[in-house]
């Protein structure tokens, strides 16, 4: 059985950081890209980040283009999230999805959901 | 880009009646669809990719058709599970932004 589970959300202060987690169990985690999916209070979902399943290529949205990082660690087959200078609208639940491919594709799986919430 | 549109934004059904949801893509993408579930408090749910292909353990109610820039969700005879929001993502190009539509509701008449 696949299982994603994510950690590292909370509450912080505009323009600081955190690194949210996710631990992946149950399918080969090398060979599947890896996404970040978010989700506002209320809103629908929007597509953050991903990384293709070696780790060689890296997508983000426009919105955190420059703030977020995406890598992923073989060895203890996990996805992270680096998230920077936050702001307010990165208020969220955020999602680990595994992917149906290597790079894009759709989201098979998926994590019960970190939730930061970014507020002084 | 390829902006993903779906309609109606709130649908409401009766038990036991049948839902047709729509999602439009602003451009071709073969059949690059998927849809999915999303119940209050959780995580989405993959339903259909490839445009009309169930996932695993998806019941047979549920059904997806079209391809090219025009996509419908039917759910059929609706069980009162079924009452969620559905999103439709495009899976066509690299990066994926706007890969979800905005979601349609489906709601207890």
């Known amino acids: 059985e696949v299982r994603l589970v994510e950690s590292g959300g909370g509450l912080v202060q505009p323009g600081r950081s955190l690194r949210l987690s996710c631990a992946a169990s149950?399918?080969?985690?090398?060979?599947?890209?890896m996404h970040w999916v978010r989700q506002a209070p209320g809103k629908g979902l929007e597509w953050v980040s991903g990384?293709?399943?070696?780790?060689?290529?890296?997508g983000y949205a426009d919105t955190v283009k420059g703030r977020f990082t995406i890598s992923r660690d073989k060895a203890s087959n996990s996805l992270y999230l680096e998230v920077n200078s936050l702001r307010p609208e990165d208020t969220a639940v955020y999602y680990c999805?595994?992917?149906?491919?290597?790079?894009?594709?759709?989201?098979?799986?998926w994590g019960q959901g970190a939730l930061v919430t970014v507020s002084s | 880009e390829i902006l993903m549109t779906q309609s109606p934004a709130t649908l409401s059904v009766s038990p036991g009646e049948r839902a047709t949801l729509s999602c439009r893509a602003s451009?071709?993408?073969?059949?690059?669809l998927a849809w999915y579930q999303q119940k209050p408090g959780q995580a989405p749910r993959l339903l259909i990719h490839?445009?009309?292909t169930r996932a695993t353990g998806i019941s047979a109610r549920f059904s997806g058709s079209g391809s090219g820039t025009e996509f419908t969700l039917t759910i059929n005879s609706l069980q009162s599970e079924d009452f969620a929001v559905y999103y439709c993502?495009?899976?066509?190009?690299?990066?994926?932004?706007?890969?979800f539509g905005p979601g349609t509701k489906v709601e207890i008449k």
């Open positions: 999805v595994k992917v149906e491919g290597y790079l894009g594709g759709y989201f098979d799986n």
């Open positions: 149950g399918f080969t985690f090398d060979d599947y890209a």
């Open positions: 990384i293709s399943w070696n780790g060689g290529t890296m």
């Open positions: 451009q071709s993408i073969s059949n690059n």
């Open positions: 490839g445009a009309s």
């Open positions: 993502q495009q899976y066509t190009n690299w990066p994926p932004r706007f890969a």
